[in-house]
């Protein structure tokens, strides 16, 4: 394989704190590299911040809240929302390529999914702003109950690396409608599209103090969720960071929203449309290197249909691109990192160890140039395989036949997670009866991925806390106040 490794007309940065409007190092003077996980080349220094520089971010955002910022009109603080996502649609051929080199992700990916949805959040959240209302209530002719909504203060968003530019935005768009100033923290590994963004927020009109940016490692986090004068935390990440995440703003009795870890089904009745079916399972189980919360990587095939899905499905697998994510031909590109890498091949070790069937995959390529997986189909796993249970987050999935629908639905729901599934039967009662019945968020039904961004998006049991989206958004980044007018 040759690795190009940048887009020729791109370079990467180097990745400075943004506080109070400003770019800044950090006082101690620590800064740690930013790798290319499809080179192992190093694409530039990322500054380490600490409590000073969190607690620096916080003040400056706390400053803001009372300025030009807290009494600015719906209308304008719409306007410039707008604007921040006119002007990461103006600059998405650069800030898609710096996503390509931070995460490994196929370009054609980074442009059309990651920046372009990533403008769409703010596109959408200046809309929907200007259109909600309050509740009220007339009480007869004894009083009138309205309320008033206002800012929660100052947020925390800490992010993670599969998605960072459209999982942050998903957060800053809807916490700027409200009226908020934020701290943001991106996951280490993918600092770069962040550090254009408090930018581009700049240039679009946002007053100075508004928007910060902390970079740095866990601990770096952890200086923002413990912060006494941070009012919310809207964590995207790790189940088992959320935990430590909430145990941390615990003293403080922060507001808290996340979006947690997932282990999601895709159920295909034997009734389904099987050409679509394996098209979009295809897209469910691999795209972004499987690195999305959202892949559905248990996958459940009704017995009558099993063997021609294997066929059909390993057959199109096996056809995948694995490679520079600069190639356009390029289906899956790199894992993220050395470490992520790790963990999935410690999997592939592990369905080994369990007996599992690799039908597609199961090998590491490219050894010397960065971190690539096959796609990975493993079959022959039981519902206590640790393959099966355990979110692996990389571009492998299992297949496991079922006989009848009180089968599947018992395995579906046989987890700690919560997330998303995917049903596939084109019997219209049963879809209905069985989504209803799925222990998870959210349930897409003859598709994947198909979001409206009104739609509560999030995840139950140990998949996360609350929902984002639409006025879920709204109702996190804002508090009421009821008055009551006595007539
Ligand atoms: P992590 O939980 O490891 O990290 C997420 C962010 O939290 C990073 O910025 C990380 O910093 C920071 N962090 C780590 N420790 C702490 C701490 N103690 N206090 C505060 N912040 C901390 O997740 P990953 O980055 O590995 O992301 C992958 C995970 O995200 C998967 O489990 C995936 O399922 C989940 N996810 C969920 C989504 C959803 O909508 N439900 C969407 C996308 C991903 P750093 O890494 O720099 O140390």
Known sequence: MHVTGTAAEIKPINCNHYINGKYVESFSGETFLNINPATKEVLGTVQVGGKEEVDLAVKAARKALKGEWGSMPTKKRSQILRKIGDLILERLPELAALETLDTGKPLWLSKSVDIDRAANNFHFFA??????????YQQDDIAIHYSVRKPVGVVGLINPWNLPLLLLTWKLAPALAAGNTVVMKPSEITPMTATV???????????????????????????????????AIAFTGETVTGSTIM??????????????????????????????????????????????????????????????????????????????????????????????????????????????????????LYEDKGYYIEPTIITGLGKNS???????????????????????????????????ASVWTSNVKRAVRFSAQIEAGMVWVNTWFLRDLRTPFGGMKHSGLGREGGAHSMDFYTELTNVTLKL
């Open 127 to 136: 809309d929907y702003m200007t259109a909600i209302g309050n509740e009220s």
């Open 247 to 364: 145990k941390a703003a615990a003293p403080t009795l922060k507001k808290l929203s996340f979006e947690l870890g997932g282990k999601n089904p895709n159920v295909i009745f034997a009734d389904a449309d099987l050409k679509e079916t394996i098209e979009t399972t295809l897209k469910s189980s691999f795209i972004n290197q499987g690195e999305v919360c959202l892949c559905g990587s248990r996958i459940y095939v009704e017995r009558p249909i099993y063997d021609e899905f294997l066929e059909r499905f390993a057959s199109k697998a096996k056809e995948m691109k694995v490679g520079d994510p600069f190639d356009p031909d390029t289906k899956v590109g790199a894992m993220v990192s050395e470490e992520h890498y790790n963990k999935v091949v410690s999997y592939l070790d592990i369905a080994k160890e369990e007996g599992g069937n690799f039908l597609v995959g199961g090998n590491t």
């Open 197 to 231: 963004l408090a930018q581009i927020c700049t240039d679009a009109g946002v007053p100075e103090g508004v928007v910060n940016l902390v970079h740095g490692m866990g601990e770096t986090g952890a200086a923002i969720t413990s912060h006494e004068d941070v009012d």
């Open 386 to 420: 640790r393959c099966v249970r355990e979110e692996i987050f990389g571009p492998v999935v299992t297949v496991i036949p079922f006989d009848s629908e009180e089968e599947v639905l018992e395995q579906v729901n046989d987890t700690h997670y919560g997330l998303s």
